[in-house]
């Protein structure tokens, strides 16, 4: 599944093109929330997206399920430019791409029944005719997630954190999407709940062929779903490369820095963890970067004349192994 | 104690396993599944002077209902002979209601006096043209509560889609709307129905036009920012996700989660429309002669409050009530829609 060494003769399902996404464009107030990324997602993988709160991680979900405008730059979905998508493909676009939301207690309307919400999206589609289909249809989900049939006619307060979660995902799960951005699904359970939503979202993609974007900022968590990893920062992509990669041979500092404050549940390594500081000065000295291959498949921002660094970087790593 | 527990043996049989198998019996929910409203309406029941107020309502809007067909007699029916005559029931027994008054250090019977015909009797007396009292508050109060109403339809009709709009398209089309609800909360709502005065003659249709044009505002600007809130919701965000429509996303997740702030308001401005028709009424600019409304009713009673106090009495008694009841309910319901501000 992981370290696939020839990426590029996968159907791309998206393609992220010198996307720029700023708020509050031209005024004084003005937030680059994302300057400049480009990246595709390959049909079948999960990608992880990571970086630190305000980074432009959910932006990012939020653009490519064109809830915002982009300011610039191009988001192309199954080869079409989804900026340019006309209202009528507008609903079956909306049926392909799906989302996750991060807060289990802000993304269920509290005045709708479990079934109501799971069904939005059944009759916003048409997707079933009959009332007994459209209950069979919700019991079907329930059953996907692991929830039990008679929670469909109860209201979302009535469960816990990992079961609205759930919840949220038969609802993006009702329409069949082929795409689905996972904003922080997890970062607001506690750990146990974590990996129960996390494995019942690998079996559902396994289960349906999907492609996910994960979104968190908990770094082990991503590696253990994703297939590739791409680390942000202020908006733009510091690193992207496979979840492998990235985790054992990071060559940009700010990932280092981010694998560093990593904790692992070993007293003996704990000890001796240092956190790496970064320093941020490296990218706010005026050159021009953008993203460089130092290895195949692996990418870095960085100006020309640092690849041969980078590269000799690399080139330790595979030595030490 | 200590020698019952050294006899207790614990072994592997002593334990049962609970249902570890079954995840529906786990997970089963036993609490009975109570929508917000039924929860909400739970709340309120135990709120005893908003249930007490509820009640009180409920029988005076019926008695208004039951006055559009029949009052005791004509509201606007005048009998000169029969002028002033304080109430009085049946047979004069109850204290209070004798139908005798003091004139001039004597305690008269006043019914005898206008010769009034035995079994003819007015419950809350008569006014200056000897009408029906008792029949022009019935009528009265009505017009009040119509007046509620209509403060009510302009709330829900204006004041909510105006609100919605606001605050969901946000930019420019927020701004020029609030600086429009600006402009005429600027205005004092009096100059307005003076002004109405300019184009109507005086009556319901200067007051319901000038309530048109500023009761709603209120109500415009809390929904306003309650949109301002729930648009950033993540069930809105999900429902947008999924290709709802704007106009199915206010009625479907909207309009459900503003439906406390509409209650509530709605329950304050009725008062305070009830409230501005008794204030134009009562200086002259509200509903003209003979139409009684409570505003006319205190208006002339006032006007002899020192020697027949009965008159000026019972119609602020009733609107005073009213008033009361409307807040008494209005504050138990925005307890019951919203517990966490309760405490």
């Known amino acids: 599944m992981q370290n696939n060494p020839q990426p590029n003769e996968r159907k791309k399902l998206i393609e992220v093109k010198h996307l720029k996404q700023y708020f509050n464009a031209g005024r004084r ?33 939020r653009s490519i399920i064109r809830l915002y405008n982009p300011t610039s730059g191009e988001i192309k979905f199954n080869g079409t430019d989804i900026s340019k998508i006309k209202h009528k493909d507008m609903l079956q676009f909306r049926r392909e791409m799906q989302m996750i939301f991060q807060d289990p207690y802000a993304s269920l309307n509290p005045r709708m029944k479990v079934k109501d919400i ?36 109860r209201y979302p307060h009535e469960f816990s954190g990992g079961q609205r979660q759930r919840i949220g995902i038969a609802r993006a799960l009702a329409v069949e999407p082929r795409f689905i951005i996972a904003d922080e699904p997890i970062s607001a359970l506690d750990v146990s709940i974590q ?39 202020n908006g733009r992509l510091m690193e992207l490369s496979t979840a492998n990669e990235v985790y054992n041979h990071p060559l940009h ?44 498949g692996h990418f870095v921002l960085a100006t020309e ?14 030595l030490g192994d | 104690m200590a020698d019952n527990t050294s006899d207790i043996k614990l072994n592997a049989d002593s334990f049962k396993p609970v249902a570890a198998n079954n995840v529906d019996e786990q997970e089963k929910i036993s609490a009975p599944s109570l929508t917000f409203f039924q929860d909400a309406i739970r709340r309120l029941r135990k709120n005893k002077a908003a249930v007490f ?70 419950v809350l007396g008569t006014d200056y043209l000897g009408r029906d009292l008792f029949s022009r508050l019935m009528k009265g109060v009505a017009l009040s509560l119509l007046i509620g109403l209509l403060a009510t339809l302009f709330d829900l009709v204006i004041g909510v889609p105006y609100g919605i709009i606001s605050g969901w398209k946000g930019g420019k089309t927020d701004t020029i709307m609030q600086r429009i609800i600006e402009i005429i909360s600027s205005i004092p709502n009096l100059v307005v129905v003076i002004l109405m005065l300019l184009l109507f003659t005086p009556g319901l249709g200067s007051i319901v036009v000038a309530m ?27 429902a947008q996700t999924l290709g709802e429509s704007p106009f199915r996303i206010a009625l479907k997740h909207l309009i459900p989660n503003l439906s406390s702030t509409i209650i509530i308001q709605t329950m304050f401005s009725i008062p305070t429309a009830i409230f501005f028709e008794a204030f134009l009424s009562f200086i002259g600019i509200g509903i003209p002669a003979p139409n009684a409304s409570l505003g006319t009713l205190l208006s002339d009673g006032q006007k002899t409050f ?19 009841a409307f807040n008494l309910l209005a504050d138990g319901l925005r307890d019951a829609f919203d517990p966490k501000t309760q405490e």
């Open chain 1, 253 to 296: 500092p700010y990932t280092k820095s981010l694998l560093s404050a990593v904790p692992l549940p070993d007293p003996f390594y704990e000890r001796n963890r240092h956190r790496k500081n970064y320093d941020n000065s490296i990218e706010n000295d005026g050159q021009i970067r953008s993203l460089q291959e130092i290895v195949p």
């Open chain 1, 305 to 318: 004349e640092e690849v041969a660094g980078y590269q000799a970087a690399a080139e330790e790593y595979n």
């Open chain 2, 212 to 238: 048109g044009i500023t009761g709603w505002i209120t109500m415009a600007r809390l929904v306003r920012a309650e949109t301002l809130t729930l648009k950033t919701q993540e069930y809105i965000l999900a």
């Open chain 2, 306 to 324: 020192r020697f027949l106090p009965y008159q000026m009495w019972y119609p602020a008694a009733v609107i005073s009530i009213i008033m009361i």
């Open chain 1, 29 to 61: 107030n003005e937030v680059k929330a994302i300057d400049d990324i480009s990246f595709d997602i390959y049909e079948g993988e999960t990608f992880g997206l990571v970086g630190e709160s305000g980074s432009g991680k959910s932006t990012t979900g």
């Open chain 2, 53 to 122: 107020s509820f009640w009180l309502l409920a029988i005076i809007i019926f008695i208004s209902i039951v006055s559009i067909w029949w009052t005791p007699s004509d509201p606007n029916a005048q009998h000169v002979a029969y002028a002033n005559l304080p109430p009085k029931i049946a047979n004069g027994n109850i204290p209070g209601f004798t139908g005798k008054a003091n004139v001039g250090g004597n305690i008269v019977d006043k019914y005898a006096a206008a010769k009034v015909p035995k079994g003819t009797y007015y």
């Open chain 1, 195 to 233: 990996a129960q939503v996390v494995n019942l979202l690998r079996d559902i993609q396994k289960e349906q062929n999907l492609t996910y974007l994960f979104i968190a900022h908990d770094l082990s968590m991503v590696k253990y779903i994703s297939d590739r990893i791409a680390v942000m920062h």
């Open chain 1, 118 to 153: 799971i069904a939005e999206g059944l009759d916003i589609h048409h997707l079933v005719k009959t009332d007994e289909e459209r209950d069979a249809r919700v019991n079907e989900l329930l059953d996907l997630v692991g929830l039990s049939h008679d929670h469909a006619t």
